[in-house]
């Protein structure tokens, strides 16, 4: 019998929105995990203007906008809301993470905005394509959408009340679940968690056997403590593991070899359709790794968190993989990134050659998607891709990269990695406003540079990572 595989997959149907009641807007997603900001859209062609109607279940003011990113820099925005003296309504663009200023020309048309039942309904239209260097162009690829509101009608910092996801406008597909599709979950149970600002917990469980391969098509976050549970990691074991615990551990123990990532959710993500690796094992383990960044110290939290798993018997076209790239996050040598540094660069190389030693024939890897992470004093990360010692492409690239914001970024095409191609993930951190060394390690204070490729067809071969060679550092240099 097989055990369950974990394969990520891209859902192919197309479906209509039925939920939106307005012909104009046939599209509808919920932008939060609650609910609560829902966005509906429509168009009359792909050339003209589209239409956008942003519920938010409160009555101060609310605000959409266009990111590069997934944060406010860069961003095209509009604000609006009800105000004692009537409607306002502004279209805006973003230079950091502080109020967005008011574009001198405004592209949007406000169209209605109303209070009903606790809840600010704004209704507006702009053209699809920019109509000025303050606007986002839209385009047929994954656009992140964010959003924010107040609870009055006073336009100031929104606090928690913010978020992103990321819709494809133009080229719409809702979610869909297959017939006959199950879900397990992976996820800790009533562990109480020590006062440690840093706590990583374990869990190494046997999923059930299945007679046929299966796919899972949906990773859904299920988390108790949004505001300790920082991410979480699901590695599959090797058979050398035979049984299942439950304790405290380290990001990436190699107590008991299981490496693998076959999914997983960071601060600021959402559901993600597609996962997994592609092979077929039998009577195999997987390690739930939990990561909490309990800055207050609170000794009174108790979890139960973890990863909603939705798998179906109608398999899809493509076994896919995750590749692990970047800084090899271990303890065993150090590596310290100096303090009043307003940039300071990592570097993590992968060289496919050496694929072909584990898998013959290397086939391409078409890669479809990406994770990228770092702790708070990350700024940047580009993940290159070379070719004959020349750069060809980035594989990954976030110019602005927000802590707060992670997520599975769907690289709207396919970016295909032949045998013997390199790749170089680099990590641009600043630390001006720290008196001590920062360390590479598992503290959120500490540091890591690590790029995510989703990719198939699914190889052997989870891991690419490197470490800095410090051989040649003299301790004079580093303060």
Same mark, same amino acid.
């Given at each position: 019998?097989?055990?369950?595989? %974990? ?33 509906? &859209? ?9 239409? %956008? ?11 959409? !906008? =266009?990111?590069?990113? #997934? ?8 604000? #609006?809301?009800? #105000?004692?003296?009537?409607?306002? %309504? ?5 230079? !950091? ?34 109509? *000025? ?25 929104? !606090? ?35 006062? @440690? ?29 949004? *505001? ?36 997983? &959710? ?26 909490? @960044? ?36 271990? &303890? ?11 940039? =300071? ?50 594989? #990954? ?5 927000? =802590? ?76």
């Amino acid at each position: 019998m097989s055990a369950l595989l %974990f394969v990520f997959c891209f859902l192919l149907a197309w479906t209509k929105g039925t939920w939106a009641t307005d012909h104009t807007m046939p599209f509808m997603e919920y932008l939060d995990r609650d609910h609560l900001v829902c966005l509906k &859209w429509g168009f009359d062609d792909m050339e003209g203007t589209i239409k %956008f109607q942003l519920s938010v279940n409160s009555t101060g003011w609310v605000g959409l !906008g =266009f990111s590069p990113n #997934g944060g406010m820099k860069g961003s095209d925005i509009v604000i #609006g809301g009800l #105000g004692p003296n009537g409607s306002y %309504f502004t279209d805006r663009h973003s230079t !950091g993470n502080f109020m967005p200023l008011v574009d001198e020309e405004q592209s949007y048309t406000l169209l209605s905005l109303t209070e009903t039942d606790g809840q600010t309904i704004m209704t507006f239209q702009r053209s699809i394509e920019a109509c *000025d260097d303050k606007d986002f162009h839209i385009t047929a690829q994954p656009i992140k959408l964010i959003y924010a509101y107040g609870t009055t009608d006073d336009i100031k910092y929104h !606090g928690a009340r913010r978020g992103t996801k990321e819709v494809n406008l133009l080229n719409y597909m809702p979610r869909t679940s297959p017939p006959n599709s199950k879900y397990i979950s992976a996820k800790v149970e009533n562990i109480t968690l020590p006062p @440690n600002m840093t706590y990583y917990h374990c869990k190494v469980m046997n999923f059930p056997n299945l007679i046929t391969k299966h796919h899972i098509f949906q990773i859904e976050p299920e988390i108790e403590h949004f *505001d300790v549970v920082h991410h979480m990691l699901l590695y599959r074991c090797p058979s050398s593991v035979v049984e299942s615990y439950d304790k405290p551990c380290y990001m990436g123990d190699v107590g008991d070899t299981c490496f693998g990532v076959v999914a997983s &959710w960071a601060v600021g993500g959402g559901t993600f359709e597609l996962p997994d690796d592609g092979g077929e094992y039998s009577n195999v383990f997987y390690r739930l790794e939990i990561h909490y @960044n309990n800055p207050l110290k609170k000794g009174d939290i108790t979890d139960n968190s973890g990863l909603r798993l939705y798998y179906t018997d109608q398999l899809r076209q493509h076994d896919v993989g995750i590749l692990t790239t970047g800084i090899l996050p271990m &303890w065993h040598w150090t590596y310290s990134i100096p303090p009043k540094a307003p940039q =300071f660069h990592s570097y993590g190389t992968c060289n496919t050659t050496h694929f072909s030693k584990l898998v013959n024939p290397v086939p391409d890897l078409q890669v479809f998607a990406v994770f990228l992470h770092t702790h708070l004093a990350g700024r940047k990360v580009r993940v290159g891709h070379f070719r004959d010692r020349k750069q060809i492409d980035f594989l #990954g690239l976030d110019e602005n990269y927000d =802590f707060d914001m992670q997520q599975i970024v769907s690289l709207g095409g396919i970016k295909t990695i032949q045998p013997h191609d390199d790749i170089t993930v680099e990590c641009t951190y600043n630390t001006s406003a720290r008196t001590e060394v920062t360390e590479m390690g598992l503290s959120t204070t500490d540091e890591m540079c690590l790029a995510f490729l989703f990719y198939y067809p699914a190889i052997s071969i989870t891991t690419c990572t490197s470490h800095p060679n410090t051989t040649l550092v003299s301790n004079s240099n580093v303060p």
